[in-house]
């Protein structure tokens, strides 16, 4: 399936929401710390309700501890499965992320709500393309896990859905 990555996400309530999602979707999410919250908050307990324990949720100390375990990971996975490409999203990016195929083992990153990814991650070489989502040319961003769920529900419905009902 495919991989979604949270970098330093800041808002409770938003990695609830996409926990929750993943839930649904059957997605990995990973996510990078440090966290703007605690995971024990309220908020995050809250918004995620009881969907934590149907969703595949891994947590890495930093953005190359992550990188090591899907390196490692995608060897160990099934032919049809490894991963291909890693997409960012950020304003800067020059692809809608419509214009992309996405495949079975990909990951999409997220970066932090209020200041978006890091500039080693945006130029880094493992990174295959910056994607963005078009709005009005004076807007800053859509609220994270709107963004999450816009580009995840695209990339399933390019792969017909699979395992959903």
Known sequence: MLNIVLFEPEIPANTGNIIRLSANIGFTLHLIKPYGFTWDDKKLRRSKLDYEEF???????????????????????????VQRNIYALTTKGKNKYT???????????FGPETRGLHNIILNSSSITNL???????????LNLSNSVAIVCYEAMRQLEFPNLS
């Open 99 to 109: 214009d992309i195929s996405f495949s079975l083992g990909d990951t999409i990153i």
């Open 131 to 141: 994607l963005r989502i078009p709005m009005k040319s004076k807007s800053r961003s």
């Open 55 to 81: 969703s595949q949720v891994k947590q890495h100390n930093n953005w190359d501890s992550y990188l090591l375990y899907l390196y490692n990971h995608s060897e160990s996975q099934s032919k049809n499965c």
